[in-house]
């Protein structure tokens, strides 16, 4: 490693947090003789789609939960989608429900998402569960700032009163993490495409968790010296190589800490929809 941060290892965390859960699982099937359901639908040939819930299928496998793929083609209509959440919403069987996204753009997103009952949503997408967010309850959170949020608590002591900007807006992660922040004490600040300054508003931060989807946009001079980084892009570059958001090898020789692209937060989304299905397991049946 040319620079002198300490690299936050997602895998790592995620094999250990995976670990957890799996001991958690064997012990509620001990004692009462059932497992968490997860269900993921796919809808149509999207290959990174087929990759992820694949891995998805295979990691709840792993932990002992009962993991099922619904896997519709393409064709498949919306009224149809809503018919097979409202079969599995029904299922008491059946603890989280995840729709893979992207669909297909003859479905609308946001009424399937609208459609999970959210005691089941362990994507933490549906209304309820981002209201209950922004309200500081309770609820299913959405994975990669959940994942986000474990890899700060190991990296740190404490996060109460440090200084955190958020790099994007997104539902899927910059809102959702910024108010996670918020119920940790922290004074945050989004920062996105409009902010004016962006470099000089990020170089006040303690903490920086990048989640603009654009490769190595935030520079090493970016970063103020001892700050823990928090990298949530994964972008494809020409060559097939993936980058994250920020200048991994600039912002390592000034940062305190720092997640790699591949191999810190993305392993830990996947670990947290696991956490979110116990978790999902737990408050629906005691």
Not at 1 to 12: F, L, N, P, Q, Y
Not at 62 to 78: D, F, K, W, Y
């Amino acid at each position: 490693m040319t620079g002198e941060a300490r690299i936050i290892d997602g895998k790592a965390a995620a094999a250990a947090l995976r670990a957890e859960i799996g001991r958690e699982v064997a012990a509620i099937k001990a004692a009462r003789g059932v497992v968490p359901g997860l269900h993921v639908v796919l809808v149509g040939e999207d290959p990174a789609s087929k990759v992820y819930v694949a891995s998805k299928e295979k990691l709840a496998v792993e932990v002992g939960m009962n993991s099922v793929a619904h896997r519709l083609p393409t064709e498949t209509t919306e009224a149809e989608l809503l018919a097979k959440l409202a079969e599995l919403n029904a299922d008491d069987s059946v603890d989280g429900i995840l729709v893979q996204l992207p669909l297909p753009k003859h479905i609308d997103t946001g009424r399937v998402i609208d459609a999970i009952d959210p005691a089941k949503d362990v994507d933490g997408l549906h209304p309820i569960n981002a209201g209950l967010l922004a309200g500081g309850k309770n609820g299913l959170v959405p994975c990669t700032p959940l994942g986000c949020m474990l890899l700060l608590r190991q990296a740190l002591p404490s996060l109460s009163g440090l200084d955190a900007v958020v790099i994007g807006r997104s539902e899927l992660v910059g809102r959702p993490v910024a108010q996670l922040l918020l119920q940790a004490d922290c004074t945050v600040t989004i920062a996105h495409s409009r902010t004016r300054d962006l470099p000089g508003v990020v170089r006040r931060a303690d903490i920086v968790v990048a989640a603009v989807g654009r490769p190595r946009m935030v520079k090493g001079d970016w970063i103020k010296p001892g700050a823990t980084v928090i990298d949530v892009g994964i972008n494809r570059l020409p060559d097939g190589k993936l980058t994250g958001d920020v200048d991994f090898t600039d912002a390592a020789k000034v940062a305190g800490a720092i997640t790699p692209v591949p191999g810190g937060v993305g392993p830990m989304t996947i670990a947290c929809l696991l956490k979110n299905t116990l978790t999902a397991f737990h408050a629906r049946r005691g």
